[in-house]
Structures are given as structure tokens and as C-alpha cells.
């Protein structure tokens, strides 16, 4: 999702999915943590680590899985900004980047997310657990599993599933702003790109500034959210410059 993939260190964990190398970099940890909740002790922090982890390798997932039908050799990198999907092309395989195809690879990553959070909330319904959606900002929507016979302590694989449904839902649909360099940026790029031709990356990098820039602003003033205010200000200060460094190449 996120920047450029990180050096490789001792601490890696390596292992194969689906036919797909993936390296788990130590501070991807570091920033779960971070983002875990403030209460419920050690355990609650235990099930929000297994659902952020279990939700972004989904989302990388996806990623790749498209990556590889469209003639490319995917691995996936979790580290301490997010999860990156890289590729390299098939020996003996042709394999043309137009639009459409870098479209599909980058819309791929948030709809396995919400594909995955489709099938929590079939499973836990059919569990007998209450779906109550929630409309409001920052996302416009959200999806919230009650277990009515435990309402004062909801049990683990309720906050599991919740955990789940946070990071595939909110963090799918956050992905999808068209913002440099998460999916809906790469997905505007392409767009004007393909609507108005050369100048299409210009535009985009426009669009990146000003609506992630506002983000930041209503994240500090409105939802009182200084993690989306620092992250967003941070992205829209790096398309600006991006900007800035593109234009001044362009005779």
C-alpha cells in the first residue's frame, strides 16, 4: 500500500500463501500495536494483532492473486506502514501494464477485504450474532457484530470478528480515497490517464493534495483524530511535493 519495501532484517517472518512468498517486517508489528485498542488488557490487544494481521495479508492477498493472473510473479511485504504487494514479470510470459490491468490490481486489494468482511458477518449471523450497521463519518459506513446473550462482555470471537470487520471495512474503504500512493490514488492516476492522456498523472497528483489535505483538516478540527490528521497531512505534503518535482520535469 504504502512507499517502497523495507530492507530485509533477522527478525523477518518469511513464509509461502497460495503460492505467494510473504515477509512480515518487525515494525509491522510495531504500528498493530500502535493502532490496538487502549483497553480490554492483553487479550483484547492479542485479538486486534490476529484480525489487523489477518485483514491487511487479505488485502495484499488480493493484490497479488490479480497481480499473478495478469502475467506477474507477486510477494507480499507487511511492514510498519502498511502492506505491499511487488511483482515481477513471469519468465517466458507476456505481460503489457495498460489501465485497465493496473485498475483491476489495485481495486483488487480493497474488494478481498470486503469480500472477507461479507463472509464474517454471513458466518456470524448465521451464528445467531446481531449485524448492526453504522452510518457516519469517517467512512461513511461500518458493520458491528453484538452477541445479545453477552452484552456487557462480548465474547472473544465477537471482538475478533469486530477487530476483522474494522481493518477490512474501514481500512478498504480509507484505501479507496484517491490518494498518492494508496489504491484509489494509483486507481485515479489510471483514470486520467485514460480520460485526458499525458496530463492525466499532473491531475491526479492535484486531487491527491487537496483531498488529502482536507482529510487532515477535518480529521484534527472535526473528529478530534490526530493519527488521521499527522497520516493524511503527511500524504498530502508528499503529493504536493511530488507535484512540485513532477511539473518542474515537464518541458
Known sequence: MLLGEPPRSQYD??????????????????IGLFLAPRHGGPAAVAVWMAAFFLGILCHEVGHALVMRSQGYSPWITLYGLG???????????????????????????????????AIVIVVIQALGVKVIWLFG???GVMAYA????????????????????FVTIVYGILNLLPVYPL???????????????????????????????????????????????????????????????YSSRRP
Open 137 to 139: 463519518a469517517p467512512t
Open 183 to 245: 489504491d484509489g490514488g494509483q486507481i485515479a492516476r489510471e483514470a486520467f490517464l485514460m480520460l485526458i492522456g499525458a496530463d492525466g498523472v499532473r491531475q491526479s497528483l492535484i486531487l491527491s493534495t487537496v483531498v488529502a489535505g482536507g482529510i487532515a483538516v477535518l480529521g484534527a478540527a472535526k473528529w478530534q483524530d490526530f493519527f488521521m490528521a499527522f497520516f493524511f497531512g503527511y500524504l498530502a505534503y508528499a503529493s504536493f511535493a511530488t507535484l512540485q518535482a
Open 83 to 117: 502492506g505491499l504487494a511487488s511483482y515481477d514479470r513471469l519468465p517466458g510470459r507476456s505481460a503489457v501494464a495498460t489501465e485497465w490491468r493496473q485498475i483491476a490490481i489495485s481495486a483488487a486489494g480493497p474488494l478481498a477485504g470486503f469480500l472477507l468482511a
Open 146 to 165: 453484538i452477541d445479545i446473550l453477552h452484552i456487557g462482555q462480548q465474547p472473544r470471537w465477537i471482538e475478533f470478528a469486530n477487530d476483522l470487520l
Open 13 to 30: 517472518l518469511n513464509f509461502p500463501l497460495l503460492g505467494i512468498p510473504v515477509r512480515v517486517h518487525p515494525f509491522f508489528w510495531l
